[in-house]
Nanobody, 129 residues
Framework: QVQLVESGGGSVQAGGSLRLSCAAS???????????MGWFRQAPGKTREGVAA????????YYSDSVKGRFTISQDNDKKTMYLQMNSLKPEDTGMYYC???????????????????WGQGTQVTVSS
């Protein structure tokens, strides 16, 4: 069973930076496992959006167009933790950020991040103008 716990959210002014962490337990970062880890966000009144994903074994990454060049997804397999470094934050980046995991491949296809097996509880990010 996989469990995910996010941390690192907060409030920041536009142009600022935040780093989110997602601590995972379970099989995700096992030596013989190829799995998907990703970050999603949801603003009030909007649908959930996948923003970044990473493969647990190869480290291959994918970003949505809305965050490409500003956000960086990474992981520390020994610590079983995934990160999202968010720079040049904009008010439209405001929302609840969730990490997610899935053992079904591919992790992304046709411009969509396909990760929805296990979810964390979320961490709030607020960017003020």
């Amino acid at each position: 069973q996989v469990q995910l716990v996010e941390s690192g959210g907060g409030s920041v002014q536009a142009g600022g930076s935040l780093r989110l962490s997602c601590a995972a337990s379970g099989y995700i970062y096992s030596d013989d496992t190829s799995a998907c880890m990703g970050w999603f966000r949801q603003a009030p009144g909007k649908t959930r959006e996948g923003v970044a994903a990473i493969m647990s074994d190869t480290g291959s990454t994918y970003y949505s167009d809305s965050v490409k060049g500003r956000f960086t997804i990474s992981q520390d397999n020994d610590k079983k933790t995934m990160y999202l470094q968010m720079n040049s934050l904009k008010p439209e980046d405001t929302g609840m950020y969730y990490c997610a995991a899935d053992d079904r491949l591919p992790c992304w296809a046709r411009g969509t991040i396909r990760i929805d097996n296990t979810w964390g509880q979320g961490t709030q990010v607020t960017v003020s103008s």
